[in-house]
Structures are given as structure tokens and as C-alpha cells.
């Protein structure tokens, strides 16, 4: 199986990989459990943080008690070159479930 992966000029490759398996064994546990789930991107924080903590909220059935610190978006865009950043989709691309990289494409975390 990882003979065949396209891992060349993926930095952190490891780090990649526990990402993608979490969030690939997140997918069957709920597809599997039948429990209901509740997906939350890092940008929902970013562009709407209010409506974003509220549907959490909502579904954990639980109140807004108190406002907490300021949610300050980071950029982590320079931290990989194009060409690394090419590797990396390609390899996530070919290791994450069809409803993982689904997510990954709307959260545009490897565009």
C-alpha cells in the first residue's frame, strides 16, 4: 500500500498521515455508530465566529454563557512552497476517504 503513495517532496509526511487517519476513522465511527456529528472548519471561527460558536452550541444543546477571548486566525500559507504544497494534496488526496477529502475541498485547506 505505501509503495504506491505519491510521497515524494511531502514534508512532515507522518504528520500528514495521522491527520488524514484521524479524520478518516472520525468519518467511519460516525457512519458506522449512526451518532449524529457536527463538522466545524478552522475558517468558520475566521469568517463568521458567532454564527460558527452558535452551531456548535446548538449542537451540543448547550448555552452561550459568557463571551471568551478574541479568536485571531492564523496564516500558515508560507510554512510550505507551492511544490510542497502540490505533494502534499496529491498524497492526502490519494490516502483520505471520499467523504474526508470532500470536506478537505470545501474547507479549501489543500486549493
Known sequence: FFKHLPTEG????????R???WHNNA?????RLQVPA?????EGY??????????LLDFLKLPH??????FHAGNYTH???NKQRNAIRKYVKKIASSENWDELKRS???K
Do not use: M, W
Not at 511531502?10 to 498521515?17: D, G, T
Open 79 to 81: 510554512y510550505y512552497t
Open 10 to 17: 511531502v514534508p512532515c509526511l507522518s504528520e500528514f498521515f
Open 27 to 31: 468519518f467511519e465511527a460516525v457512519n
Open 65 to 70: 454563557k459568557k463571551d471568551g477571548k478574541a
Open 46 to 55: 475566521r469568517d463568521d465566529f458567532n454564527a460558527t460558536l452558535g452551531g
Open 19 to 21: 491527520y488524514v487517519q
Open 108 to 110: 479549501n485547506y489543500f
Open 38 to 42: 457536527h463538522i466545524v472548519h478552522y
